[in-house]
């Protein structure tokens, strides 16, 4: 059997090829939206999982990101130990707790990992 010349599989290709032939037409920085755009579509469409869960996967990883540089900032910017355990007391209702074993287990590797480099 021969393959479709639309196949799925020769789309990002072709939407790359696309995105380039449109961007050498256009000036300014219009090129890269259009670009863009035509290139995340395809990567959307060619994805196995559906663009609602890409979506929620990247609100999730946006609002990890936005925590971890929440608590950075405190350990920075706090005047001591008590004001970063009370910002710490106050965010903890909305955060997202990990299974009791897990933190255990990263602090145990972690203390190997501390013998034996040491």
């Given amino acids: 059997m021969t ?3 639309f196949s799925l599989r020769r789309f990002p290709l072709r939407a790359l090829t ?8 256009l000036s300014a920085c219009a090129p890269l939206i259009v670009g863009g755009a035509m290139v995340g579509g395809a990567f959307m469409v060619t994805h196995r999982r559906t663009s ?3 979506v929620e996967d990247q609100a999730i990883e946006l609002k990890a990101m936005n925590r971890t ?4 900032g405190d ?4 005047q ?3 004001d970063i355990a009370d910002k710490a007391a106050k965010r903890k209702p909305r955060m997202h707790l990990l299974p009791y074993g897990i933190p255990l287990c990263l602090g145990f590797v972690s203390y190997l990992i501390y013998l034996h480099g040491a």
């Fill in 52 to 54: 609602g869960a890409q």
């Fill in 75 to 78: 350990l920075f910017t706090s």
């Fill in 18 to 25: 696309g995105a380039l032939l449109v961007s050498a037409t």
């Fill in 69 to 72: 540089r929440e608590i950075l």
């Fill in 3 to 5: 393959p479709s010349p």
């Fill in 80 to 82: 001591g130990v008590g």
